[in-house]
């Protein structure tokens, strides 16, 4: 079964800053999906940014960047310019490719963001 | 244009009692979830569908049952409440396969926040 792991419960970055929330991934698949979403205060999840397995080169979404390790199975989001708004719940997802692929998530990362 | 909708957004329930849970989405996805959140556990996935008149387990479905009469809609029922499934319940779809554009990307609900007590 596969398994995703975010190993911080909780982050803090001042405004402005750059931070990096860590997400690693255990599969035997070849074709996947890996996703960040956000959840703020007002619970709706919002999908940040995804990254296909066989792409080599990693997504960028504004602000929003991933460090993908295929052979490490890592797969790090790195926010720069740190916003108030970007205060939310973090999760990493995994998703296979193929029929009815589910979407396993992570633990999730609190961040929280100072003046 | 609404997404995917969840009703209702709260309910408190007694144990034994049984309720539905109702997600209703306009977007035509073909996939349909429901997952449970718990503090410190992320998002567990409860059933599934992969279409109309199809539904599947996923990683925790005991105690719930589900329907997918049609295609937009996907109801989880409760049959007999407890203490345990007191959560956050959301609902979300997706396009099948990979060539279309948003595949694999879920979209979600609100949230459906469920107290038993």
């Known amino acids: 079964a596969q398994t995703v792991t975010q190993s911080q419960p909780e982050m803090s970055v001042q405004e402005a800053e750059t931070v990096t929330l860590s997400c690693t991934y255990d599969t035997s698949e070849s074709d996947y999906y890996l996703f960040w979403y956000k959840q703020p205060p007002s619970r709706q999840m919002i999908l940040v940014i995804r990254q296909e397995a066989y792409k080599q080169q990693n997504a960028t979404e504004n602000r929003f960047s991933v460090n993908f390790q295929k052979a490490a199975k890592s797969f790090s989001l790195k926010i720069s310019d740190s916003q108030l708004g970007d205060a939310a719940m973090y999760f990493c997802?995994?998703?296979?490719?193929?029929?009815?692929?589910?979407?396993?998530f992570g633990t999730g990362t609190r961040l929280q963001v100072t003046l | 244009n609404a997404g995917v909708t969840q009703t209702p957004k709260f309910r408190v329930l007694k144990t034994g009692q049984s309720m539905t849970l109702l997600c209703a989405q306009d977007?035509?996805?073909?996939?349909m979830y429901w997952y449970r959140q718990d503090p410190g556990m992320g998002l567990r996935l409860i059933h599934y569908s992969v279409g109309e008149g199809t539904t599947a387990k996923g990683e925790v479905p005991d105690g719930y049952n589900v329907s997918r009469l049609k295609k937009q809609n996907f109801l989880l029922g409760l049959e007999s409440a407890a203490p345990s499934q007191t959560s956050v319940y959301f609902c979300?779809?997706?396009?099948?396969?990979?060539?279309?554009?948003?595949?694999?990307?879920?979209?979600f609900g609100a949230g459906s926040r469920l107290t038993v007590l």
């Open positions: 979300a779809s997706s396009y099948r396969g990979t060539g279309r554009t948003g595949a694999n990307v879920l979209t």
């Open positions: 997802a995994y998703r296979a490719s193929g029929t009815a692929s589910k979407l396993t």
């Open positions: 977007m035509n996805h073909e996939y």
